[in-house]
């Protein structure tokens, strides 16, 4: 099945700097990678995500760029503020999201320095 | 509009006792899921059901059953819990491929 590696576990950047999470998958047929915020106490929150037609993706502060030939795609947050602070996972899926569920990279805390 | 409600939110149970984790979603989605969260690890899917009256495993079945006799409504029972189950429960739903939301959890402890 499907393998998702996630790096760093632990991302402690200062306030105003960027941030990059990054993750690898095992499984060429994925075509789907969401990324998801989760606070303490709370379920995971869609931040952002893409699919296998596209190379990046941006919203505001937050972007995230695919290699499909690597296997691997990465979140960058700039100009990090203190709410930005959780964990962050990343997933991915071979049915678009849909039907088989999502294989999640074990999580990144993200802690903003001030 | 609630979206993905879990109830209960907290429970201790004790070895070889049985409950059901009840997952509510109010957005006509067809897909739902469950996963639990252990520390350190990612979620692992534990069933999905792709429609009412379906259901499928995932990729952690062992020790749990599931029921989607409605389609709002997703089950997951644990038949005679053991320790190894402690765990946090996340149920989440979607419709076709879009986005899966997800519900703030079911704390479960088992002793």
């Known amino acids: 099945g499907e393998n998702v590696e996630q790096h760093p576990s632990t991302l402690s950047v200062q306030e105003g700097d960027s941030a990059v999470i990054k993750c690898t998958y095992s499984?060429?047929?994925?075509?789907?990678f969401p990324w998801y915020k989760q606070e303490l106490g709370k379920g995971p929150q869609l931040i952002i995500d893409i699919r296998s037609n596209v190379g990046e993706k941006k919203d505001q502060r937050i972007a995230v760029t695919l290699n499909k030939t690597a296997k691997h795609f990465s979140l960058h947050i700039t100009e990090t503020q203190p709410e930005d602070s959780a964990v962050y996972f990343c997933a991915a899926s071979k049915s678009g999201g849909g039907a088989d569920g999502l294989t999640f990279g074990k999580g990144t805390h993200l802690i903003i320095q001030p | 509009n609630a979206g993905v409600t879990q109830t209960p939110k907290f429970r201790v149970l004790k070895t070889g006792q049985s409950m059901t984790l009840l997952c509510a979603q109010d957005?006509?989605?067809?897909?739902m899921y469950w996963y639990r969260q252990d520390p350190g690890m990612g979620l692992r899917l534990i069933h999905y059901s792709v429609g009412e009256g379906t259901t499928a495993k995932g990729e952690v079945p062992d020790g749990y059953n599931v029921s989607r006799l409605k389609k709002q409504n997703f089950l997951l029972g644990l038949e005679s819990a053991a320790p190894s189950q402690t765990s946090v429960y996340f149920c989440a739903s979607s419709y076709g491929a879009q986005p899966q939301h997800f519900g703030d959890g079911t704390r479960l402890s088992i002793l």
């Open positions: 499984d060429s047929a994925s075509n789907y």
């Open positions: 957005m006509n989605h067809e897909y």
